[in-house]
Every structure is written in C-alpha cells, then in structure tokens.
C-alpha cells in the first residue's frame, strides 16, 4: 500500500486536504482490500480538491482511466464502487478543524493580507503540519461516515473512433465533434475560441 509520503510526492506538498483524501482512500482499499489494477474500482468523488490526488494515487482510480468520475458538487463526499458486484461504500468527511485561538485568527488575517514575514509563515507552516497529523491520527469516526450499500455501475470507460475537425484539421473523439452548416467542428472550433 501506498504511504502518506508517496502522496505527498505525487501531489507536491503536504496539507489537510491531501491527509482526508489518504484517509477516505484507505478506509476504502481497507473496505475492498486492494488497488484497482485495471477497472474493478471505481471512484466517484464530489470536488476537485487537493484529496483528489490522494484518491487516484492510493486506489488506482484515475481520471486517465475513466474509473475516477467527478461531480462537481462541492462535497466532501465519495463514493467506491467495486465492478462487477456494484458493493460500494459512500463516504462523508465531516472532519472539523480545530477552533482557533484569537492571536491565531489575528496571523491567518495577516497572511491572507499578504503578510509573508518570517514569523507569519512558520506559523501557518505549523498549523498546517498540525492538522496534517491529527487528520492522519484521529479515528475513523472523527473524520467521516461510512454507508455501505449497492450501486448501479456507471458504464465502463470506451473508447471512440476519432474524426477530423472540418476546421482546424486538429483529431477529435467523435461523439465531442458538433455540426454546424454541415461541418463537423471540434468544440472550440464550434464554439469560435481558438
Ligand atoms: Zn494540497
Ligand atoms: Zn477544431
């Protein structure tokens, strides 16, 4: 299984956002007991955040693969999906960070002002660190809820012939092509951006 550090590397520092996504995906290889290998997971998540990353580097679900599915909702939500049974579990991070006293509210004020003082930085530096590790620490009830159940299988990811745009020549999967005066356009094309 992947550590907390190789997510880290993968996504480029270290923050809360990166620690809930590596405790959601554990709670589900845990669940499924395993990495997708090929499509046998599949992964809905409901924002684009930082835990995403966390997501495609511990279960193998990836947004390449067509087994990482995204909702912009903006929750904190996701869901696992085993093929072909359609067992999944939804899980809901509810995490709250921790209150934060008035001289800290007082520094956050002053870096989100632009304040990048040596004393600013090592502050949010370590309260960033902080929070990394009570997210890796805390129990599982602390940070999320977990709903198992069974679930329609989205259809698995195909693969489509390719034409060519009647405007920029440039190869475009055929069901993104649009038609317009009895040109086939890709969707910039179409939609006169480039
Ligand atoms: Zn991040
Ligand atoms: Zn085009």
């Not at 550090?5 to 669940?31: M, N, Q, T, W």
């Not at 989100?112 to 009570?134: C, E, L, P, T, Y």
Request: aromatic share 8%.
């Amino acid at each position: 299984m992947k550590t907390f550090d190789d997510i880290v590397d993968f996504h480029g520092h270290s923050c809360p956002g990166l620690a809930l996504g590596y405790r959601v995906s554990s709670r589900a290889i845990k669940e499924f007991r395993g990495r997708s290998g090929d499509e046998e997971l599949v992964a809905i998540v409901e924002n684009n955040s930082c835990a995403v990353d966390a997501v495609q580097v511990m279960t193998g679900c990836t947004f390449g693969k067509g087994n990482l599915i995204f909702k912009d909702y903006g929750k904190q939500v996701y869901t696992f999906i085993k093929r072909p049974s359609g067992r999944s579990i939804r899980i809901s991070v509810h995490w709250k960070k921790p209150a934060e006293s008035e001289e800290e509210r007082k520094i956050w004020e002053r870096y989100m002002k632009g304040d990048r003082s040596k004393k600013v930085i090592h502050f949010i530096h370590n309260r960033k660190a902080a929070k990394v590790s009570q997210i890796l620490d805390a129990d599982e009830t602390e940070l999320m809820t977990v709903t198992k159940g069974k679930q329609v299988l989205p259809p698995e990811a195909r693969i489509y012939p390719s034409i060519d745009c009647d405007e920029c020549g440039e190869k475009v999967m055929e069901p993104r092509a649009r038609v317009r005066n009895g040109k086939l356009l890709c969707i910039p094309c179409f939609e006169g951006k480039e």
